[in-house]
């Protein structure tokens, strides 16, 4: 068994080393979209929210390689090779003139175009970048339990849970040290060093993880069926005997594998997915050793039940889109600071991208808050252990994003109006009046929201979905997350496209001072209210649905999260 020492000196510097380069590059990123290549503010920031949606996507791909195809260890070790190769290729772009575009001056009408290769070589590392991030972040904190955990010793359970808060210690402070340091770096010494360190660091965090190869627990790929697989396999054999004539509940003749597996009869929700675990003909449909012979045509009834939950959880997933299209904003947030006084002290100014230290320290501070003084206290009047539901938090955190985007709206026009007052509607990168931290509420208050929201959103599907289905509740956020990065890309060049039609300026033109952000602003205010009303009316339907006919209710009420599998905020 590995020792803890030898896990934080291997497994641990590798996580955190990864962290703190990957988010470092991602702050500063729209403005070296802008200098180099010549975006405007919404292309970069719609190919900003395609880099998201990859890498958030691909989290679900590598979770399922590695569970399934190449185990944990390989998937974290391709994934930090891969991500390297993206740094370093994003590195060369700012050391090698060709790869990049001159950028523009004040006095040129027409800049230099970006060619195919400048683009394809910039592509190729978000790709590998996106493609390292969906193998290490799924599969780093469970590959760091595989090597603590230890079932005959009677302190496992206390071991794990010391492992996941440092764990979640360690993770928090690469993030701020990426905010802050690496930011720092970027914005004082330039890019070359500002890529460049990541780079390092990234490089320290493969040899550090390679080092240690010897002495890592290495569980092999699981030998069972794919469950995602099996969900596919239940919605065409539901599909394939659409037309059977047999009775959908109160049926004896249904399918369970293995036969020893205790089951309930299916629910009567969804009756219609209960045709997939239907035995029509036992010659034909089962094998002599009691098993289907083909699994595309005869499921078990945990394969249907595992699928009606997943539909169950779809109207409240899709609830969660517009909280991370209002947080996937950043951006034009880091446009509007960049023009406005930072200073905290007078010798101390905060960098443009760091503002995003202010909402993970609130949501930090809300955590610790909610967790040690408001649960116990809410408990005794709301009878929750978590003191207020998981549907209650989430409609917390859509509330809270929604104030934010609000307050950003008021902020703007408050900005933008004064740059015009004093003159600099001409010129975005003069300094207004202005002093940044009135950002700071908006930031606050996103960094609440994420923490209600997210918390309770995992906690609810887990709750939803059987056992065999907690590492689904898990990456329900990561999908969410990659689906609202797309839908935030596309609003983002619709919006821009619609603004600008006739020759008018674009609400996001990059030249904020002349745009409109706070109309756009305004806008995701009023899609997350209509959100949150549609939320409401989601949540009446989970009403309907727990009204003892399911039997997921009852089990989801002993049911305790397993939290190494919440995705890493």
């Known amino acids: 068994m590995v020792s803890c020492v030898d896990w934080l000196s291997s497994t641990g510097v590798n996580e955190s080393f990864e962290r703190v380069a990957s988010f470092g590059l991602q702050l500063n990123m729209i403005i070296y979209l802008m200098t180099y290549y010549n975006m405007s503010a919404a292309t970069g920031t719609s190919i900003l929210g ?24 390989r998937a974290v070790a391709y994934g930090s090779i891969s991500t390297l190769i993206g740094m370093i290729i994003l590195w060369l772009t700012a050391m090698i003139p060709q790869l990049k575009s001159s950028p523009c001056s004040q006095n040129q009408h027409v800049c230099n175009g970006v060619t195919a290769l400048q683009l394809a070589v910039l592509f190729s590392s978000f790709g590998f970048m996106s493609i390292g991030a969906g193998f290490v972040r799924p599969c780093s904190i469970i590959f760091g339990a595989d090597q603590l955990e230890n079932k005959k010793n009677p302190n496992n359970q206390r071991i794990l849970e010391s492992y996941f808060n440092w764990y979640n210690a360690s993770s928090g402070i690469s993030t701020i040290l990426a905010v802050t340091v690496i930011v720092y770096i970027q914005d004082n010494y330039g890019w070359k ?64 594998w293995p036969l020893e597996s205790d089951v309930l009869p299916p629910s009567k929700d969804f009756r219609c997915l209960n045709r997939a675990c239907i035995i029509e003909d036992p010659q034909r449909d089962l094998n002599p050793d009691g098993s289907a012979s083909n699994q595309w045509n005869l499921c078990s009834v945990e394969q249907v039940e595992s699928l009606k939950a997943l539909i169950k959880a779809l109207p409240m997933w899709s609830t969660c889109f517009m909280i991370f299209v209002d947080m996937n904003v950043f951006s034009f947030s880091l446009l509007q600071t960049k023009t406005m006084d930072r200073h905290i002290f007078p010798h101390f100014e905060v960098p443009a991208a760091s503002f995003s230290v202010f909402m993970i320290a609130a949501l930090t501070i809300w955590i610790a808050f909610y967790d040690r003084i408001l649960v116990p206290l809410l408990s005794k009047y709301t009878g929750q252990p978590r003191g207020l539901s998981p549907i209650t938090r989430m409609g917390i955190g859509l509330i809270s994003s929604g104030m934010s985007i609000a307050l950003s ?7 933008r109006q004064r740059a015009i007052e004093e003159g600099h509607e001409d010129d975005p990168n003069a300094l207004v009046n202005m002093s940044a931290m009135w950002f700071v509420p908006q930031y606050a208050l996103l960094g609440v929201a994420e923490a209600t929201h997210a918390v309770g959103q995992v906690e609810f599907f887990y709750a939803l979905f059987p056992e065999s289905m907690s590492s689904i509740a898990s990456s329900m956020y990561t999908v969410g997350t990659a689906v609202s990065s797309l839908i935030g890309s596309i609003l983002v060049s619709g919006v821009d496209w619609l603004s600008s039609t006739g020759g008018k300026t674009s609400w996001l033109s990059s030249n904020i001072n002349r745009g409109h952000i706070d109309y756009f602003f305004w806008l995701l205010s009023f899609l997350s209210f209509i959100n949150f009303l549609y939320f409401l009316v989601v949540c009446r339907f989970y009403e309907s649905l727990n009204d003892g006919s399911s039997r997921l209710s009852h089990v989801a009420e002993d049911k305790e999260c397993d939290y190494r599998l919440l995705h890493e905020s």
């Open 50 to 73: 395609l880099w998201g949606a990859l890498s958030n996507g691909l989290a679900l791909f590598g979770a399922i390689t590695a569970d399934f195809y190449l185990g944990r260890y």
């Open 409 to 415: 709206a008021i902020t703007e026009s408050i900005r």
């Open 193 to 256: 060093v500002g890529f460049g360190v990541p780079a390092i660091l990234m490089f320290l965090s493969v040899l550090m993880f390679q080092i240690g190869s010897p002495l890592y627990i290495k569980v092999k790929p699981k030998t069972t069926e794919n469950l995602v697989i099996g969900l596919f396999q239940a919605a065409v054999a539901a599909f394939r005997k659409r037309n059977t004539r047999r009775p959908l509940s109160d049926c004896d003749e249904f399918y369970r």
